[in-house]
């Protein structure tokens, strides 16, 4: 019976400190990031990049309206819409590069602000806050300070 409770001690004994061993864990809800004034910035920035393509669009759309208008020659439509369509995917392809670019800078700014504060708060693993189901200490607020000081920083 001593020899059990021993045993019994001994077993908890080792245990315990696995048991408290737990990693720690943070989450991360990338929607209320998303929604966070620096990346509203970005997005704002996009939005208005993406506005000048269209009006530049829109200019050479009512070059080529025009020239149908004043019944242009078919010679001369034909090398309008030849360069209106080069511009179009010149203009396109610069958007699709803009966007691209905005999103992969906010995207490493966000990696680089989570690896802060993980490495802060002694963290080894964060989730997206979709994928957790339960636990984990909420760190978005932490994320998004360091985003605002890496954003001030840069200026």
């Known amino acids: 019976m001593l020899r059990q409770a021993l045993l019994a001690v001994a077993t908890l004994s080792v245990l315990a400190p696995a048991a408290s061993a737990a990693p720690a864990i943070g989450v991360v809800d990338f929607q209320a990031l998303q929604k966070a004034p620096v990346a509203q910035k970005a997005m704002a920035k996009l939005n208005a990049a993406q506005g000048s393509y269209q009006k530049e669009l829109q200019i050479r759309s009512q070059k080529l309206d025009e020239a149908q208008k004043r019944k242009a020659s078919a010679d001369e439509?034909?090398?309008?819409?030849?360069?209106?369509?080069?511009?179009?995917?010149?203009?396109?392809?610069?958007?699709?590069?803009?966007?691209?670019?905005?999103?992969?800078?906010?995207?490493?700014?966000?990696?680089?602000?989570?690896?802060?504060?993980?490495?802060?708060?002694?963290?080894?693993?964060?989730?997206?806050?979709?994928?957790?189901?339960?636990?984990?200490?909420?760190?978005?607020?932490?994320?998004e300070k360091q985003l605002n000081k890496t954003e001030e920083s840069s200026k």
């Open 77 to 143: 439509l034909s090398k309008l819409r030849q360069q209106f369509e080069k511009e179009l995917q010149t203009l396109r392809t610069k958007g699709e590069q803009d966007a691209q670019s905005a999103t992969e800078t906010l995207q490493r700014d966000l990696e680089r602000a989570v690896k802060t504060v993980a490495d802060q708060k002694k963290l080894e693993m964060v989730f997206r806050k979709e994928a957790m189901l339960y636990g984990g200490a909420d760190i978005t607020l932490d994320v």
